[in-house]
T-cell receptor, first 112, second 111 residues
């Protein structure tokens, strides 16, 4: 059974810092991995989708990497801003169906 | 497109009452998912549909929960009878080619 973990559970940084969020999964037979952002009391917003054949994806100040063999993905946020404060979740889709397994999330606070 | 639409946004009900949550997926999406999110258990997949057909309902906690998708633009999740432990945020998501898009959620409180 696929299990997804995220470290750290919470992170607080000053504005302007570059930071890395980590996502680990136990079964490397994944189809893709998706990073989401969730603001308090809101739904999930898709940030980046990485297919299993890809190594990384970039969108603006965000860069997500994928290493299937080691069961890891990282989300890199450059020049963090207070507006980046949210919970970031990763989710993996396996090869066997449409089952997406979510990590518990990392709660990020960017201090002005 | 307006994105995934869910209603109601908030629901407060008493134990034993029937609750119906509604979802309108993004037009053209062929998969629809129902999730539940709690502090204790995080985000859990309850059931998903492909082209209106339920594919995997193994995440539905018990027989009190049921979901339907009568057409491509509408789905319901019903809880009957509701219990306090059902209190959570319920999300609907739809996808096309494996990227999921979430609705704003329904916050359910069962007293």
């Amino acid at each position: 059974k696929q299990e997804v973990t995220q470290i750290p559970a919470a992170l607080s940084v000053p504005e302007g810092e570059n930071l890395v969020l980590n996502c680990s999964f136990t079964d490397s037979a994944i189809y893709n991995l998706q990073w989401f952002r969730q603001d308090p009391g809101k739904g999930l917003t898709s940030l980046l989708l990485i297919q299993s054949s890809q190594r990384e994806q970039t969108s603006g100040r965000l860069n997500a990497s994928l290493d299937k063999s080691s069961g890891r993905s990282t989300l890199y946020i450059a020049a963090s801003q207070p507006g980046d404060s949210a919970t970031y979740l990763c989710a993996v889709k396996d090869n066997y169906g449409q089952n997406f397994v979510f990590g518990p999330g990392t709660r990020l606070s960017v201090l002005p | 497109d307006a994105g995934v639409i869910q209603s109601p946004r908030h629901e407060v009900t008493e134990m034993g009452q029937e609750v119906t949550l509604r979802c309108k997926p993004i037009s053209g999406h062929d998969y629809l998912f129902w999730y539940r999110q709690t502090m204790m258990r995080g985000l859990e997949l309850l059931i998903y549909f492909n082209n209106n057909v339920p594919i995997d309902d193994s995440g539905m906690p018990e027989d009190r929960f049921s979901a339907k998708m009568p057409n491509a633009s509408f789905s319901t999740l019903k809880i009957q009878p509701s219990e306090p432990r059902d209190s959570a945020v319920y999300f609907c998501a739809s996808s096309f080619r494996y990227e999921q898009f979430f609705g704003p959620g329904t916050r359910l409180t069962v007293l």
